[in-house]
């Protein structure tokens, strides 16, 4: 039998999935990590060398169950905006500075400077941003900037210094012409730290011989670039077609929605990832299940599940939202949350509450449809919002398309495909 495997670096875990040829899973495995270590000043950062053990360990598991098949290929999801400084050898000179750090604040303006205003690199998060931070703790000029999926890839082959077109959007690369742009060099990195971009699915090299002999794996399975550990989710749920969108119904609201021509307007957060020949755009909105939890036990929650009336609706005009601000569909940050009036019965509440998670979705398509995005044929549901039933009706009613939950939505799922196919 001949297999893939995807590995998904997650914040608290590794999963490693593997699928035969009819993309069936045939193995899984998954190893916890630490929590990130959180300080002062927006700090949240892992030591690079957990995750390779948590990695050595799920591929020897999975190789494992597998009982001898051929293991063609391996793709790696990391976490957007991870990253980490090492030599070109792949020794780490820093932690890594996770996604959701944000101590490179300061650095901002010497990033608006450079940057157009519509890029993604202008966030305290993305990083470029923490490119310039890490940059300042080391004394040396000798270096790599490496995500967490790419440095993951250069332990797999034993080369550094790959990385793929959808982890290095918020490190400045330009998707649409393929390089880096050339405002970047305003920056005065050092020559050679930024990776060498590939597109998702590129075949970069051979798992190395110390990996084989300590995983069992063969030395001839092919090293593949990934994706964002999102963007994998999204591969792992079967959307291929223009227009095929994915919500997903988490603790925010995220919609994705695959086009033919990238979007991007800073202003809403919306930006765009390329796959293949298609994009992926996106875009967040602050409002989604947080909302629900912050008002409503679990318990509660599938009480009134129950009392739900799809087909009738409330009327009640809400905008759900933990806190004030918005950005996507409206740009406000000083928006206020509507939930008021609130009617004596919590089920109604909670169904008005639903639906105007509901419609800041439509909302959402609306707006990427009027920014260049085509207008979507079908939705595919994830999160944790995606098994309510009543909710996915009242979805589809407001939004006038089929509205699915995803048969599978493992970002490890997705990144296997992504080496599937290279090997097809």
């Known amino acids: 039998m001949n297999c893939c495997i995807g590995i998904d670096l997650g914040t608290s875990g590794v999963r490693a999935i593997a699928i035969d040829s009819e993309k069936s899973i045939v193995a899984e495995a998954i190893v916890d990590l630490p929590p990130p270590e959180r300080g002062g000043e927006g700090s949240s950062e892992q030591r690079p060398e957990c995750w390779w053990d948590a990695v050595l360990d799920v591929l020897f ?16 999801d990391g976490t957007s905006s991870t990253l980490l400084l090492c030599d070109p050898q792949g020794s780490p000179l820093t932690t890594a500075l996770m996604y959701n750090d944000s101590r490179s604040k300061a650095l901002l303006p010497e990033l608006a400077q450079a940057a157009p205003a519509s890029s993604p690199v202008n966030s305290a ?10 940059r300042r703790q080391i004394d040396t000029e000798n270096f790599l900037a490496l995500h967490q999926a790419d440095w993951i890839l250069g332990r797999l082959s034993g080369h550094f210094g790959f990385s793929d077109e959808n982890n290095c959007l918020k490190l400045g690369y330009d998707p649409v012409q393929r390089c880096w742009p050339t405002w970047m060099e305003s920056l005065a990195l050092p020559p050679g730290c930024l990776p060498d971009v590939r597109p998702p699915g590129t075949v970069i090299g051979r798992l190395s011989a ?3 002999n300590a995983t069992g794996m063969p030395a001839s399975t ?7 550990d999102s963007n994998a989710a999204t591969l792992a749920t079967g959307a291929a077609e223009i227009g095929d ?20 307007a800073a202003e ?8 293949g020949e298609h994009w992926l755009v996106g875009g967040a909105s602050n409002s989604g299940g947080a909302v629900c939890a912050d008002l409503f036990s679990r318990e509660e929650m599938a009480i009134l599940t129950q009392q739900i009336e799809p087909d009738n609706p409330t009327g009640l005009d809400y905008y759900p939202l933990v806190q004030p601000g918005e950005r996507f569909p ?6 206020a949350p509507r939930l008021e009036p609130r009617p004596e019965d919590d089920a109604r509440y909670f169904q008005g509450i639903l639906e105007g998670i509901a419609n800041i979705e439509r909302e959402g398509y609306a707006l990427l449809q009027r920014l260049g995005a085509p207008a979507p044929g079908r939705v595919i549901s994830i999160g944790g919002g995606a098994g309510n039933e009543p909710w996915r009706q009242i979805r589809q009613r407001l939004l ?4 699915e939950r995803a048969v599978q939505q493992q970002a490890a799922y997705g990144t296997a495909l992504l080496a599937l196919a290279a090997v097809s």
């Open 245 to 264: 969108a994915v919500t997903s119904l988490g603790s925010t609201l995220v919609l994705k929605i695959l086009s033919d021509q990238p979007v991007f």
């Open 222 to 228: 092919r090293i593949v670039t990934g994706t964002t």
């Open 268 to 275: 809403f957060g919306i930006y765009s990832h390329r796959l």
């Open 210 to 212: 110390g990996v084989a």
């Open 400 to 403: 006038g398309v089929p509205v």
């Open 330 to 335: 409206l740009n406000d940050p000083a928006f």
């Open 125 to 134: 998060s993305s990083s470029l941003a923490k490119l310039l931070y890490l």
């Open 61 to 76: 598991s999975v190789t494992q169950q597998l009982k001898g098949a051929d293991v063609q290929a391996i793709a790696v």
